[in-house]
């Protein structure tokens, strides 16, 4: 008799034991929040331009950076209480180029062109509360800016008769200076620059475009 019950005990424990391994082998996996996603756009928070100083900076102008897309929706959208227009400049040989500008409160405070291959090219400031990468304003003297003669270069084009000047640290800043009464072309002499020179605009260009003394 207790031979039998072992031989009927046997099977149920079996049975027993493979029960739970069963049940294990169905268990959904849990998800790991370290995962990383395959496909999807990652959003990137900006913040629109309502007002106050505009940062010009190497990696971009306010909102707006090398991936900023050279369309007027996008810019309506970074500059909401600005007026933005879309236009055309000729600015030397061939058809006129494509701009965009933003006004606000009756200043004109970026020009915006396009580049070569469809994205912006060059964003330039001559007005409004602009500041340069290190807090410079829009009418700085030359002499209080820092820059040595070494880091200029005489405008060409629509700069024509100013001085433009770069920092190494900050490639895609072009700094554009006037001096009063200067019509001679070419880079002016240092004396002149230190008591006349101040600081008429900024063009920021990406850095794939910029180019050491462009603007």
């Not at 090398?66 to 030397?92: M, Q, R, Y």
């Not at 006129?96 to 009756?106: A, E, H, K, R, Y």
């Not at 629509?158 to 006037?178: K, L, M, S």
């Not at 001679?184 to 260009?205: C, S």
């Amino acid at each position: 008799m207790t031979q039998r019950l072992v031989l009927i005990a046997a099977p149920l424990l079996l049975l027993a034991a493979c029960g739970p391994a069963k049940q294990a082998d169905k268990a959904p996996p849990v998800a790991s929040s370290a995962e990383v996603p395959k496909s999807g756009p990652v959003a990137v928070a900006v913040t629109p331009y309502v007002g106050g100083p505009l940062h010009v900076r190497a990696d971009g102008v306010g909102p707006i950076t090398g991936e900023t897309a050279f369309d007027l929706a996008t810019i309506k959208a970074l500059f909401p209480k600005a007026v933005v227009k879309s236009a055309f400049i000729h600015t030397g040989e061939g058809p006129p180029g494509p701009i965009l500008t933003v006004d606000q409160d009756n200043v004109p405070l970026l020009e915006i062109g396009k580049g070569a291959e469809g994205g912006i090219g060059e964003i330039r400031l001559a007005g409004g509360p602009v500041e340069g990468p290190k807090g410079e304003a829009l009418l700085a003297k030359w002499s209080d800016l820092g820059f040595d003669i070494a880091q200029c270069r005489a405008g060409e084009g629509r700069t024509v008769n100013q001085t433009v000047c770069v920092r190494p640290d900050a490639p895609t800043v072009a700094y554009v200076f006037g001096v009063p009464g200067w019509t001679k072309g070419g880079l002016p002499p240092v004396e002149v620059l230190k008591a006349k020179g101040q600081l008429n605009e900024f063009v920021w260009r990406p850095a794939e475009q910029a180019a050491v003394g462009a603007a």
